[in-house]
């Protein structure tokens, strides 16, 4: 066989990897011979049918003389092997006098091809035709570069739409917010979320459903103060399912700190006619709490959406019948607890689930067999169908690469322009596959500083994005994060002089700033990587790198262990991190969900999630203990002193005055009165106060590609 075919894949919980030889399963694995690895990913390439000897002599033996008993052989290796992992499942399957069959469809990881993405705004258009052409380029290169596991050789897809771009426009000439466009399948009209009062806090004002071709008459089909999440049309075009979001009964606009999203959806279908601008008709259904990440029509009269109920994390495939008020759970082979978006087109289901730290797109079809299934490395936050029913376009916003996934298990990546004051998302075919439509959100941020006088000042104000503002334990000075010539950069600023620290290239959102005690340091988070700098030396590295979103908490220098906060299937730990010579020390501290957690000198302060109290974790004697139970559920630590806790409680964009917890007395007192709620604060400190960013409606437009 080609060496090009030695992709690994996953057999279940099965990690097969063809290059090495070798079976694993969680801790456990297991060595096969040369020839037996052949016969297995043979049949892996070719599982939707059966292989008889002759055809596994040829391939895996490449001719040379053997019995068919060199075959049963290596069979007999694999069951073996597949008994120990699997021993509940017959894995493969001999048909008598045809051959034998692989009965677990394999996930193939699949090589990541680049390309370029053209959609960077107010380019000047012979620059858009350049990177066009280039895009042409690299996309070709690609394809000739990379070979792509076909999981089925039967599949055959016609492929009517366009992967290379050359021009854009915008498709309104408002201004304000307007976001999620859904094209109509008679390809002239558009629905979107229209949101004209800019810079008011968020959640404060009415947001339009609006359909048009994006002049300023647009109809307005409705109107609320909660948030249009989802929209999408049904197969003929006649009706317009729109989901409303709303905070749940007693909650505000955002969860509490470190909690799940989780709110009330109403379901709202129009019946239009839109040559009149006439509403037939309307339902109204019930109110879903929880968690709707996606929604889609299976045929005209039935919905299929993908949720989570109540406070669970667990999403799950349901079906819902609005004229008899039906909901069905859908439960299949393929609807696993990892799924989390599915979509369809003409009876065509795909599937969204997690894969490791990446994701899998599964092809069902309309008799629930699985057609294809494709293993990607980024995580994806969305699919949707491409018109011609090819494959799927998903989009990973935190990697800006929107991914052309095929029924043949073929792939195409589009790169977005490196503008990190820019968000990407919601990307839409047009029906006749030539247009593009998406949503791009500019941000621009101050920070500001709220000291003891209460006089509100802007101590970081240019037209960039600046977050993650921190103050220094002395707090002489503070750092932040900003985007300056489309480039993420770490800056200090003291006595009202600036400083840019970092040198190291940063292609991710800085985040998780964690200041040494004596002022000598600083450690952040970047994408999936820990970075420290070092102010003695003026140097910034890379102290850690590893899956599981790590965020520091604390370094100590001295037995060269980071102590850590890695997150799992949305679960919180925290964790010990051994460097250099100490590196084979990788342990987990907390076992639970943890929330808020803070170092002071060699103490880990923490709170489980939902659970009022306070922990602490001596960092010296590796001791985990209980300090108190009267510190609120959720808070969000800000500072810790010799003496007390400063926090405060809410959710994000919906804050608390700041409050001071004794930890002698287990009393709580206001440290410092808010002028207002619609805030993020960054970070506080008990002689300067709070540094801050407002949470406003910010500008977004919708765009085309063409």
């Not at 621009?444 to 994005?465: G, M, Q, R, W, Y």
């Not at 001596?618 to 007390?644: A, H, P, R």
Request: with cysteine; net charge neutral.
């Amino acid at each position: 066989m080609n060496k090009s075919q030695e992709a690994r894949f996953s057999l279940e919980d099965i990690l097969v990897t063809p290059a090495h030889n070798k079976l694993n399963q969680n801790d456990i694995c297991i060595n096969l011979q040369p020839k037996a690895m052949a016969v297995l990913q043979y049949l892996a390439l070719n599982h939707h049918r059966v292989i008889d000897n002759e055809e596994l002599i040829e391939q895996v033996w490449e001719g040379r003389v053997v019995t068919h008993g060199s075959v049963q052989k290596s069979i007999n290796m694999l069951r073996k092997a597949f008994s120990e992992l699997l021993p509940d499942r017959e894995v493969i399957t001999h048909y008598s006098k045809r051959g034998y069959q692989l009965n677990i469809s394999p996930e193939f990881d699949v090589p990541e091809p680049t390309g370029s993405f053209v959609a960077q705004e107010r380019i000047a258009k012979n620059k858009l035709m350049k990177i066009g052409i280039a895009l042409a380029v690299l996309l070709v290169g690609a394809a000739l570069m990379f070979y792509v596991i076909q999981y089925s050789s039967d599949i055959s897809v016609k492929k009517r739409h366009v992967t290379e771009f050359s021009d854009f426009s915008s498709f309104t000439s408002n201004i304000g917010q307007e976001f999620n466009a859904e094209p109509h399948p008679n390809n002239r009209y558009v629905a979107y979320a229209y949101n004209s009062e800019l810079g008011r806090p968020v959640g404060v004002s009415d947001i339009e459903l609006r359909v048009g071709t994006g002049d300023e008459d647009d109809w307005i089909v409705a109107s609320s103060s909660n948030s249009w999440h989802k929209m999408v049309w049904s197969p003929s075009g006649d009706k317009l399912l729109a989901l409303e979001m709303k905070p749940q009964v007693n909650q505000q606009i955002t969860p509490d700190f470190f909690q799940p999203e989780g709110h009330f959806y109403t379901f709202h279908i129009f019946h239009l006619n839109l040559e009149k601008r006439k509403l037939n008709k309307k339902f109204l259904l019930s109110h879903w709490q929880g968690l709707v990440s996606s929604i889609a029509w299976r045929d005209e009269d039935t919905l299929e959406f993908v949720a989570a109920m109540g406070s669970s994390t667990t999403k799950q495939r349901f079906r819902y019948a609005p004229e008899n008020k039906t909901l069905t759970l859908v439960e299949d082979e393929h609807s696993t607890k990892n799924i989390y978006h599915s979509t369809i087109h003409n009876n065509l289901t795909a599937l969204l689930s997690t894969k490791n730290n990446g994701s899998r797109v599964s092809f069902i079809g309309e008799d629930s067999t699985r057609i294809s299934a494709v293993a990607i490395a980024d995580r994806l936050d969305e699919i949707s169908w491409i018109p011609d029913g090819s494959g799927v376009i998903g989009l990973s916003v935190a990697k800006g690469k929107l991914w052309f996934v095929y029924l043949d298990g073929k792939t195409k990546v589009l790169e977005a322009p490196k503008s990190p004051d820019k968000l990407f998302f919601h990307p839409r075919f047009g029906p006749d596959g030539k247009k593009l439509y998406y949503t791009e959100t500019s941000l621009s941020d101050s920070i500001l500083a709220f000291p003891f006088t209460n006089i509100e000042a802007k101590v970081v104000d240019n037209a960039n994005l600046n977050y993650s503002a921190s103050y220094s334990r002395s707090g002489e000075k503070f750092v932040y994060a900003s985007v300056r010539s489309e480039k993420i950069q770490l800056w200090a600023r003291e006595f009202n002089k600036e400083k840019r620290l970092n040198r190291l290239p940063l292609n991710t959102s800085i985040s998780d700033i964690a200041w040494a005690m004596d002022d000598s340091h600083i450690l952040y988070k970047s994408g999936d990587a820990i970075f420290i700098y070092d102010f003695v030396d003026a140097k910034d590295k890379v102290l850690y790198k590893g899956a599981n979103n790590p965020s520091p908490i604390y370094l100590d220098k001295q037995t060269k262990h980071l102590y850590v906060i890695k997150t799992e299937n949305d679960v919180r730990n925290i964790w010990g991190i051994g460097l250099g010579s100490a590196q084979k020390i990788h342990q987990q501290l907390t076992f639970g969900s943890v929330g808020t957690a803070m170092a002071f000198h060699k103490n880990i302060y923490f709170q489980y999630l939902d659970s009022a109290g306070l922990w602490v974790f001596d960092v010296n004697t590796g001791k985990l203990n209980k300090l108190n139970g009267s510190l609120q559920e959720n808070s969000k630590i800000l500072w810790i002193d010799g003496s007390g806790i400063y926090f405060v409680t809410g959710g994000r964009c919906r804050e608390s005055d700041v409050y001071r917890f004794d930890m002698s007395t287990q009393e709580v007192s206001v440290a410092q009165k808010r002028k207002h709620a619609s805030i993020i604060t960054n970070s506080f400190h008990p002689a300067m106060g709070s540094l801050y960013t407002e949470c406003n409606v910010r500008e977004s437009n919708i765009l085309i590609l063409e």
